[in-house]
């Protein structure tokens, strides 16, 4: 017999975020005399990157953030972002600075976002920030894997010591997310396509986390009875339906917790965003609340 998996519900735990966000962003305005502000770069017309800032900008909307959005040209030079980008760096009345990923193809990524302001780089990919976090934790997690820490934290399942597998290497999921939880003491494997029998390692995870991007890869048998599965994946189906990376039907009678997709990291991933901005202005400005 299976018993049925929990089902974290990450849309209601990022309003529950979104709405003690909101009362720090009214703290902070009050101090400071304005609010926070978010500045996002965009550089061409994918459309999946125009939904995404539209999100960016309806959420920073909801809890308070001043949002602005710099909207360049697909031909745009290299030098006129990483110019832009500068710029925003300078400004005192911008806190946080998110560069819209991916980039045309003509521009580097790495020139552009290593012209980040550290200090407001609330995607936390500047190599300072991605520095910070391996050697000691500490400087702006990057929002998808803050966004899944949260999630495993609201099971209320202790990390000290369990099995975590993460499967997927890349710099903005994968790789702070195994950091992450091996900071909280978990034992990490971080897997990813080279691994050999990825089932055998998954089932090994008391914590799996799945960011590939590959519809259906993780299956019943690859996850242990009773395991937390945070699935990241978003994928675009054919038919249109949007489906993470595991496989929920079956997954869910195995798994003792399990994300949805929608509904699961995605909407976290918003939240942390504004949570990065509020805490980089406050941090630059010397204020708490
Ligand atoms: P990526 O393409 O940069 O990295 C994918 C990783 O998966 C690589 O490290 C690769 O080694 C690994 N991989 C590929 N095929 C594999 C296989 N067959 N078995 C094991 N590992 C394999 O992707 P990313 O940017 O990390 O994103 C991963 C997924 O998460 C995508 O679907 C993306 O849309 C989604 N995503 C969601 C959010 C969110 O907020 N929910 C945020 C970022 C990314």
């Given at each position: 017999m299976s018993m049925a998996a929990t089902i974290i519900d990450g849309k209601a735990i990022a309003a529950e975020i979104r709405a003690s966000l909101k009362e720090r962003v009214q703290k902070f305005s009050s101090t400071v005399g304005a609010a926070p502000g978010l500045a996002v770069v965009l550089v061409g017309d994918d459309p999946a990157s125009h939904i995404y800032v539209r999100t960016k900008e309806r959420v920073s909307g909801e809890v308070g953030i001043r949002f602005e959005k710099h909207h360049l040209p697909h031909d745009a030079a290299e030098e006129e972002v990483v110019r832009l980008v500068r710029r925003l760096g300078e400004r005192?009345?911008?806190d946080g600075i998110l560069v819209q990923l991916?980039?045309?193809?003509?521009?580097s990524e790495r020139a552009v976002l290593e012209a980040v302001d550290p200090a407001k780089d609330v995607d936390g990919f500047h190599p300072q920030n991605a520095g910070r976090l391996l050697a000691h934790g500490s400087g702006i997690v990057p929002c998808t894997p803050a966004g899944i820490l949260e999630l495993i934290r609201r099971t209320g399942v202790?990390?000290?010591?369990k099995e975590a597998v993460v499967v997927g290497r890349s710099n903005i999921v994968g790789k702070p997310t195994a950091l992450l939880l091996l900071q909280q003491h978990a034992t990490v494997t971080l897997a990813h396509?080279?691994?050999?029998?990825l089932p055998k390692v998954c089932r090994r995870a008391d914590i799996l986390v799945v960011a590939v991007?590959?519809?259906?890869?993780?299956?019943?048998?690859y996850v242990k009875p009773g395991a937390i599965v945070i699935d990241v994946g978003i994928n675009r189906l054919p038919g249109g339906e949007l489906v993470g990376d595991v496989a929920f039907d079956e997954v869910k009678d195995v798994a003792g917790y399990l994300t949805p997709v929608?509904?699961?990291v995605g909407p976290m991933t918003i939240a942390m965003l504004a949570q990065n901005t509020i805490d980089a202005a406050m941090a630059r400005r010397g204020v708490s609340c």
């Open positions: 005192d009345d911008v991916p980039l045309p193809g003509h521009i202790r990390i000290e010591g396509s080279r691994t050999v029998d991007g590959r519809p259906q890869l993780i299956t019943a048998g929608p509904g699961g």
